[in-house]
């Protein structure tokens, strides 16, 4: 008997019932990063939400099972810069990895049943962690960057690039177990040795420059001595001003190839150093960079003696590009992705990524480098109903100077239900965090949600955004809080004027960076919005350069133009009053919702209860959460849904009030 259809039911925008659960929202997903290969064995690693966020290695067994290698307290994330990002490396049938709980390293065999064992020489006092490490080409040492905790009357932490000893005992007869091998500037990131393991390269910036802005490129020579190993023979290959260099390695011959952005081109692009010389390998558009907020952003890799496969992003999406290392001819692999990250090669020279999609969870994809052809190997076990989600479409539109800025616009979309003839959609804005950061049309549950229950959603890559060249982004330089807020509102003024949307009943929502937009869009425009969500967002400039962490510590003086000083800041005239949104909440018009985590050290807590006591003292309309256990950004599953249940109860209270 054939089934009948589900009848369509008309309700007014924003009354529409979800075809999925709100708790499905933050139902484990397949979300997986830096897969990799071991004995011929695919792994992963995965953020557990029935876990509380627990970082750890999975596999599939054979009989299709996902099965979790690291045991249940051991935790592999890292502190180093606060936003960490990788920080395991493969070493033969085991792998090491720094662990949350401690900030030590352990070596686990990729086995189940194996338990991590502490490497005795990484017990370095007042360290806070280790990140993207790597294997001497000996297999005696494992290399990285670590973060020390300030000493007393010191102001900032200080980073290094050490080697630790892989021996159970923590040092050889001869040799001690830990070395520090390169010092002395405020950061380093991106450690990589050369194939005959004499040579390593790295970055490395000083404030007050973000990595994104300007970067030094080293290299040097690897050669023993008493402390086991040492840096010699150390060359500068760039540092030059409003130049940046990211995603730096060695090819099989030799060569150091390495992202860029010089005078001579907007978009990040590849170029070699031979030992002596530099030349530019790519003229393209494609972005083949991004900013270092995490580290391990692997974005391109050899195989064999062959091709450079590489990620590059435009407005679109994400593609692999073949590279050949001596003409930097470029070769498009395959279709567009929604986002594409974290390339590694296996030994047979095929290249594993994960590959994200628009309309379906992300995958593990392999591609094999001698056909050229991508095949999924794994994704998530159930993906969502396609008739049910809105379609991202790129849109751009002009700001103030007629220059296009750059988004994704979400119709509402919801099988089940239809709107009253002649009635327009509210509109959620939704800002992405850095602010140097950039929003792509990956799925994200969150977004669908809102758009099955008859919102419309714009997300904006304003200017100061990355994807869009070096002038792009630097353009918030100095307008942190006015171009990017302008844009918000040419956005909504863009929406609006195609007829997608109800002008009157516009929402924003954003986190950190975004939060600050946020608040600053609901300040400088009142009249624009219906409500507002602010997800440990800043709403006080001077009190965030006070006490947030070192590698963003300078940051703020860049983006406002203005160098901090805690007497200066706080004039009438400063930067730091005039765009901080807490000295102007008495213009706020709409409803306000506050979300803060108790342990956040980037944005902390002070910061978003000085907005809290400003809208209570003001009479203003708001509610706060503040969420014992989270940091920068929530972890856990109970309270994710919790922030995200009492937000969207929020906006339809506002919708039918």
């Not at 050490?162 to 177990?177: E, I, R």
């Not at 391109?300 to 003409?327: C, K, M, T």
């Not at 076990?381 to 103030?400: A, C, E, H, K, N």
């Not at 959620?428 to 959603?457: D, K, W």
Request: hydrophobic share 35%.
């Amino acid at each position: 008997m054939k089934k009948q259809a589900s009848p369509i039911i008309e309700a007014p925008y924003g009354s529409w019932k979800s075809p999925w659960s709100l708790e499905s929202v933050f139902d484990d997903g397949f979300e997986p990063a830096y897969p990799f290969v071991a004995g011929g064995q695919l792994y992963w690693l995965e953020s557990l939400g029935r876990e509380n966020g627990r970082v750890a290695v999975m596999t599939e067994t054979r009989s299709g099972d996902r099965k979790c290698i690291t045991p249940a307290e051991y935790d592999i994330r890292t502190r180093v810069h606060e936003y960490g990002g990788k920080c395991f490396c493969i070493h033969g049938d085991s792998v090491i990895f720094n662990n949350w709980r401690d900030g030590r390293l352990y070596r686990q065999r990729l086995n189940p049943d194996s338990s991590p064992r502490p490497l005795p020489a990484a017990v370095i006092p007042g360290c806070r962690g280790f990140a993207d490490l790597t294997v001497s080409r000996d297999g005696n040492r494992v290399i990285g960057i670590i973060e020390l905790e300030a000493d007393e009357g010191d102001r900032e932490n200080t980073s290094r690039i050490v080697a630790v000893s892989l021996s159970d005992t923590g040092a050889d007869a001869d040799q001690p177990g830990f070395a520090a091998l390169v010092e002395g500037a405020d950061f380093y990131a991106s450690p990589v040795l050369s194939h005959d393991g004499e040579q390593i390269a790295w970055l490395e910036w000083s404030h007050p420059n973000m990595p994104w802005d300007r970067t030094r490129l080293v290299r040097a020579s690897l050669e023993a001595d008493a402390n086991g190993i040492a840096v010699t023979a150390k060359r500068i290959v760039v540092d030059e001003p409003d130049r940046s260099v990211c995603q730096p390695g060695f090819t099989c011959d030799g060569l150091l190839l390495f992202v860029s952005d010089d005078e001579t081109t907007d978009r990040w692009n590849f170029y070699s150093h031979d030992g002596s010389r530099i030349r530019r390998l790519t003229h393209s558009q494609s972005e083949f960079g991004e900013p270092h907020w995490v580290f391990g952003q692997s974005r391109w890799r050899q195989s064999g003696h062959n091709l450079i496969y590489a990620v590059g992003s435009n407005h679109s999406g994400d593609r692999i590009f073949g590279i050949h290392p001596e003409s930097g001819r470029l070769n498009p692999v395959g279709g567009e992705f929604a986002a594409c990250r974290q390339l590694f090669s296996d030994d047979s020279g095929s290249i594993w990524f994960v590959g994200c999609f628009s309309d379906r969870q992300p995958q593990i994809c392999r591609l094999e480098t001698r056909s050229n052809r991508i095949e999924p190997c794994l994704s998530g076990s159930t993906d969502p109903d396609r008739d049910s989600l809105s379609i991202p479409q790129p849109v751009s539109f002009p700001d103030g100077n007629r220059n296009p800025v750059y988004g994704y616009f979400y119709p509402p979309c919801n099988r089940l239900h239809v709107a009253p003839a002649g009635t327009l959609p509210p509109l959620l804005v939704v800002t992405h965090g850095g602010p140097t950061g950039r929003t792509t049309p990956e799925y994200s549950s969150i977004r669908q949600y809102f758009c099955s229950i008859g919102f419309a959603l714009l997300d904006i890559n304003h200017r100061g955004s990355s994807g869009y060249g070096r002038a792009y982004r630097q353009q918030l330089l100095g307008q942190w809080g006015v171009f990017d807020v302008d844009d918000i509102v040419s956005g909504i003024d863009f929406a609006a004027g195609q007829g997608w949307i109800d002008p009157g009943r516009v929402f924003i929502r954003g986190s950190s960076a975004g939060g600050f937009v946020v608040l600053s869009s609901l300040t400088r425009y009142p009249e624009r919005f219906a409500g507002g969500s602010c997800y440990y967002g800043i709403g006080n400039l001077i009190t965030l350069s006070e006490i947030t962490h070192k590698f963003e510590s300078k940051y703020t003086d860049n983006l406002l133009g203005e160098k901090f000083d805690p007497v200066s800041a706080r004039r009438p005239d400063s930067r730091y009053v005039s765009r901080s949104p807490l000295f102007h909440l008495d213009s706020l018009n709409c409803p306000l919702i506050l979300f803060q985590g108790e342990d956040d050290k980037i944005v902390p807590p002070e910061v978003a209860r000085e907005v809290a006591d400003s809208l209570r003292e003001n009479g203003l309309e708001y509610e706060y959460a503040e969420y014992p256990g989270e940091g920068h950004g929530f972890r856990s599953k109970r309270n994710r849904l919790d922030a995200l249940g009492r937000e969207i109860d929020f906006f339809v209270r506002i919708i039918n009030s």
